[in-house]
């Protein structure tokens, strides 16, 4: 018997019809979280759940949650991922999610297929961070919802706190964080990255998610004549940042599988003819294992404490996020191959490099996620591309580890 299929053509469509809000000139997305462009998209999908008879309720920090009733109200099964953006962003990062999540409960509507477990459509609030710190804010409040006041008081570069913004845009929700309980979670998503096309494979069963330390780092030296000013009386704080830059990529060579970014640069007093008095910069850290990450992170922490260029300045460390690394559920990761079988997709079992709202529920309930693959490993740009038929396969796997999982099997 030919297992069921999601609806390509109205999925497909759903998408182009989300990206055209925020969309930009270049073809791209600009949505930041709980903008006006963010309550557009979210009422748009509040739209489409509730064409479906699907009861949408939204909690304390604005995620949103979509039912369809199953026959046992004490199980529960979510799917989604997250409709916000980056500011130059793809249209397929989150929205492939929520919209595939979305297109799953409609095609069990569509062909009577009442499910045992309740199933929940999720759209998560902030996943980005790109406006408000933390990123992944919204799955992180519904695990601890002790974190929530805490959120709320978080202020984007305008002053503007998460409290407010959920206010203007009215997604302050009443529910409290973390009412909603999963016995299992999936996230489709797209990988973000070149592996799945380079070796020609259908989908990406996502074993974990790895570790992600992001700091803020200040150095603080003092401001001279770029002209009277001999090199060796500088107390030149760019110049030890861009020791420390060298000194993570050797890092990066050395330990397995270790990354480090430095994303985000200010110079002070930013004069041409001034040696800089100080730099701040943030410096993303990740790596699939939490031990190999704290070495890489107490590597960094010798060298700016020993090497000659810090000499005589002032360093100040703020943490920003800690998210350890996530190994995936087991039951759930062979839920997703059994139906790349069942459906004669190929699959590679492999790592996430990007932090994914999964990842974070991931700590509390038995959690996993589908990639589908990325042009050129293109992501968080307009040049972000899946097309419609990895969509459709995506969507088909989440489908049917949807069936599995709520089966039983």
């Not at 299992?184 to 998503?189: K, Q």
């Not at 200040?218 to 401001?223: D, M, N, P, Q, V």
């Not at 396969?393 to 099997?409: E, F, P, S, W, Y």
Request: aromatic share 6%; proline share 4%; with cysteine.
């Amino acid at each position: 018997m030919e297992p069921i299929r999601i609806n390509a053509t109205r999925l497909n469509g759903r998408i182009r019809e989300m990206a055209m809000i925020g969309a930009l000139p270049s073809g791209g997305v600009n949505r930041p979280a709980l903008s006006q462009e963010d309550k557009k998209a979210r009422g748009l999908l509040a739209s489409w759940a509730t064409e479906l008879g699907l009861v949408t309720t939204v909690d304390e920090i604005g995620n949103m949650f979509a039912l369809l009733k199953g026959k046992n109200p004490d199980r529960c099964i979510g799917i989604g991922s997250h409709l916000d953006s980056v500011s130059t962003g793809g249209k397929y990062d989150g929205p492939v999610g929520v919209l595939g999540a979305l297109e799953v409960a409609q095609t069990l509507i569509e062909n009577n297929m009442r499910p045992n477990s309740n199933l929940v459509v999720a759209n998560y609030t902030n996943e980005e961070g790109v406006r408000f710190l933390p990123d992944m804010m919204g799955s992180l409040a519904h695990v601890n919802a002790g974190q929530v006041k805490d959120f709320w008081q978080s202020q984007d570069e305008n002053g503007t706190t998460v409290e407010s913004a959920l206010t203007g845009i009215g997604y302050k929700g009443t529910m409290k964080c973390g009412t909603i309980r999963y016995d299992y979670f999936i996230e489709i998503h797209i990988e973000q990255g070149p592996v799945l096309e380079q070796r020609k494979t259908d989908i990406g069963v996502v074993k974990g998610v790895q570790a992600i330390h992001w700091m803020k780092l200040a150095i603080e030296g003092k401001s001279a004549h770029a002209g009277t000013t001999p090199i060796p009386a500088r107390k030149d704080a760019f110049h030890a940042l861009g020791r420390l830059s060298n000194h993570a990529r050797e890092l990066c060579l050395e330990i397995e599988d270790q990354l480090v970014t430095i994303g985000t640069l200010r110079l002070y007093p930013n004069a041409i003819n001034v040696v800089p008095e100080k730099v701040v910069a943030t410096l993303d850290v990740r790596n699939p294992d939490d031990g190999k990450l704290k070495q890489a992170l107490e590597k960094l922490d010798y060298f700016m404490a020993t090497d000659p260029s810090f000499s005589g300045l002032k360093t100040t460390k703020e943490v920003l996020v800690d998210v350890p690394a996530v190994t995936f559920d087991k039951k759930v990761t062979e839920a997703i191959a059994k139906s790349c079988g069942q459906l004669g997709y190929t699959f590679h079992a492999m790592h996430s490099g990007a932090g994914h709202d999964a990842q974070i529920l991931g700590t509390k309930y038995p959690a996993a996620m589908i990639f589908i693959p990325s042009k050129n490993g293109a992501s968080h740009t307009v040049d972000e591309y899946s097309s419609p038929e990895q969509i459709e396969k995506g969507a088909n796997v989440l489908l049917h580890t949807v069936l599995h999982l709520d089966r039983g099997n």
